[in-house]
């Protein structure tokens, strides 16, 4: 049993964060697992993908080689469109459909999110949306994680472990608001 | 025993701790910070050891010897171009020995992720004739960083870890173990450490002398693996620290694989390579950097009858970082099958200033200023504010090392340049911004340094800074600067025409001028309000 994940998305959108959570669920799990992620200069609002490597097996390479990917899980379409290559025959894309324009030639997100259909199977949600009604706008990354989740295979309990392990400190609010964005996810994933 | 969730660079840094650490310096750096970043936070919990971040690599070097002269086991950590700085008592460090152990971090960034060039540490290693590890996983950064400072005790002499970036920015399980406590202090040895000639000749005679044991060391580690296979002796491979991950994630599903030697440790494995390269008619080399073991596998002339491949007989890219699918081409296999591109066109996401960065209204001001000056020269330094060379604002002109946009200020003025500038953050500034501002100030050279205070190491994620406020302003005074050509601006967009005049008469000042513009980092602005 393996599952290799690309997660993308624009610096200071919580892919650290999404990844943060799928590791410690891996490890309650009994998993082996490699995350490669980016820091330092990229952080400042460029393009970041982390790549996360689950497996039953002991794994070799901390990157995941092009067609090994069985999902692009990302907090931004046209970033979920950057690392096609990777994913296998009959993979997915999870993706907001919220276009994070801070380039000047961001291309019309309609012909975007076309092109994130092309993929073998995808999932869109409006993270934004979903988090706002969560409680915060900046739980779009739990959102999609939510999406995601039934495409995973980590046991749920051991990602709202970690969701609540992660947000408990910084008050019951917040908490409740990831809580929120993650079931919101999963339920849009649902019907989508 | 117990699981850890680790970065590779923690993994070093609880190595470390757990083979009895008393001090850990550093200067932050891509893709090294993380190793200081988990020794502060560890030591702060724990005080059981000291973790500082030090004004320079050089300086970090410096500490970490001493408290290896006090007996002490001791941690400096930086970037590969951090090494540079510090490679004057690294080279000499070599010669006095160590006393307690001391272990260096040298963190590679193959493919320039974060840096200026992609030199390989190992070639520091072979320099300076000292024993160095190369992790492939988190598990061995974890316990030969743990060994390294047995091995330093036991030869006398620092040792070196050689990380790259993808290691040291990847997550994963580590199995720590029963930590050892610190040693005792013990002074001794003054005239293995004092490097007159009488005494810096009979030590480097004794570190040659160690080469032929160090080689032998290596030969036994475990960490160096050799597998034959009897049955076909076409290719084999030598493959160190992520090479050989990608050797093996490339060669899953086989049912054989070619015989390997997997290296981990330095100076090579002698009599493990050659037995490889006897068995079989070929040799790939796979290693993440510089082709450092093909070029000594190879030497002038080659090896006769066979044939070595790597990065100079073109079976790899000579420049950029190794992954999967360039080690996977290079062993002969297909790609895997993979969806095709979008084909939409996709513009690149660069790094850019944050929005709201104070450098963003020091350059639109810097802009304006030296707009009836076509013949300026901005030189600038290591930051975020080296983004001031891309658009929209296209304000600076160099980027070099930590500090070099003022010596190099000084040097273009001395030949005839006006106006000159150079712009350097504040921790840059204390890295080595004072020194050559010391020679122009007795110069009283004509130029005009913008010293950018935001009160932070900002690129590499808000570490301190020793050269901010009022301190740097009594600095800038105390080098020797004229008080009245000590100018402070904020950087602020209702403050921009004051800004812009400010810049201006001090660019018609001919003599020295610095212009220190104060506003906070907004990143540590934000931190500090959640």
Same mark, same amino acid.
């Given at each position: ?34 995350? /490669? ?9 460029? /393009? ?17 080689? !092009? ?50 259909? !092309? ?28 999406? /995601? *989740? ?26 409740? *608001?990831?809580? !929120? ?10 019907? *989508? | ?530």
């Amino acid at each position: 049993m393996k599952q290799d994940i690309i997660l993308a998305g624009v610096g200071g959108q919580g892919i650290l964060s999404i990844a943060y959570v799928i590791d410690n669920a891996a490890l309650a799990d009994g998993l082996f697992f490699k995350q /490669a992620e980016v820091h330092g200069m990229a952080q400042r609002g460029g /393009a970041v993908q982390s790549h996360m490597r689950l497996s039953s097996d002991a794994i070799w390479s901390d990157l995941i080689p !092009k067609g090994e990917a069985d999902m692009i899980l990302s907090v931004e379409p046209l970033e979920a469109l950057r690392y096609f290559e990777y994913l296998r025959p009959g993979g997915i894309v999870v993706t907001s459909l919220t276009p994070y324009r801070n380039i000047p030639d961001y291309p019309d997100i309609d012909r975007v999110l076309e092109a994130v259909r !092309k993929a073998p199977r995808s999932v869109v949600v409006d993270s934004e949306k979903l988090a706002r009604e969560a409680g915060t706008v900046k739980a779009q990354n739990i959102v999609l994680l939510g999406a /995601a *989740a039934g495409s995973l295979i980590l046991k749920e309990a051991s990602l709202l472990a970690t969701i609540d392990a992660l947000f408990r400190g910084r008050g019951a609010a917040v908490l409740e *608001a990831n809580l !929120k964005a993650f079931e919101l996810g999963k339920k849009a994933a649902l019907g *989508a | 025993m117990s699981h850890q969730i680790l970065l590779g660079d923690e993994a070093i840094a609880l190595g470390a701790v757990h083979a009895g650490l008393s001090a850990g310096y550093s200067y932050p750096g891509t893709p090294a910070s993380e190793i200081m970043e988990y020794l502060v936070r560890l030591a702060g919990e724990t005080k059981a050891f000291t973790a500082v971040w030090s004004v320079n690599e050089k300086v970090a070097y410096e500490e970490a010897l001493g408290a290896s002269f006090a007996g002490k086991r001791a941690l400096v950590s930086f970037k590969h171009v951090g090494l540079n700085v510090a490679a004057d008592p690294f080279m000499n460090s070599a010669v006095t020995g160590a006393n307690g152990g001391l272990l260096v971090v040298s963190a590679d960034d193959p493919g320039m992720h974060s840096s200026q060039n992609e030199q390989d540490s190992r070639y520091y290693v072979q320099f300076a004739q000292i024993f160095a590890y190369e992790p492939s996983d988190h598990q061995e950064a974890y316990d030969m960083a743990r060994e390294a400072f047995d091995v330093s005790e036991r030869f006398g002499l620092p040792v070196l870890m050689r990380m790259v970036t993808r290691l040291a920015h990847s997550r994963s399980p580590v199995q720590t173990r029963e930590p050892r406590g610190p040693n005792e202090l013990k002074t001794g040895a003054a005239k293995d450490w004092t490097l007159l000639p009488v005494n810096a000749r009979r030590r480097f005679a004794l570190l040659l002398d160690r080469q032929p044991e160090m080689v032998r060391f290596s030969e036994e580690s475990p960490f160096n693996v050799l597998k034959l296979n009897e049955s076909d002796r076409s290719l084999g491979v030598i493959a160190s620290g992520v090479g050989y991950n990608y050797f093996r994630e490339a060669m899953k599903g086989e049912a054989a694989l070619p015989s390997f030697l997997k290296v981990s440790t330095y100076p090579l494995p002698e009599s493990l390579v050659r037995e490889l390269v006897g068995h079989v008619d070929a040799v790939l080399v796979i290693e993440d950097g510089y082709p450092f073991i093909e070029r000594q596998l190879k030497g002038l002339f080659g090896i006769a009858g066979k044939t070595v491949l790597g990065k100079l007989s073109g079976a790899f890219p000579v420049t950029g970082e190794l992954s999967p699918d360039i080690v996977r081409r290079a062993l002969g296999r297909d790609p895997l099958p993979a969806v095709a591109a979008s084909g939409l066109p996709l513009s690149g996401r660069p790094p850019q200033l944050c929005v709201g960065c104070p450098h963003a209204d020091t350059f639109k001001a810097l802009n304006k200023a030296l707009e009836n000056y076509p013949g300026s020269n901005v030189f600038s330094d290591i930051g975020c504010y080296t983004l001031g060379a891309l658009p929209p604002y296209n304000a600076v002109q160099t980027c070099v090392c930590m500090g070099a946009s003022v010596g190099m200020a000084r040097g273009a003025s001395d030949v005839g340049l006006h106006p000159v500038l150079s712009v350097i953050g504040d921790s840059t500034f204390a890295h080595s911004g004072i020194t050559p501002l010391l020679g122009a100030a007795f110069a009283n050279t004509d130029m005009t340094v913008i010293v950018l205070d935001n009160a932070t190491t900002a690129m590499t994620g808000g570490q301190p800074s020793y050269g901010t406020g009022e301190r740097l302003l009594r600095i800038i005074e105390g080098v020797g600067v004229a008080k009245e050509h000590i100018r402070t601006i904020e950087p602020l967009p209702k403050n921009h025409e004051k800004n812009i005049q400010v810049i201006k008469e001090e660019i018609d000042y001919r003599g020295l001028s610095v212009i220190v513009a104060i506003r906070e980092c907004v990143q540590e602005t934000r931190k500090k309000r959640s």
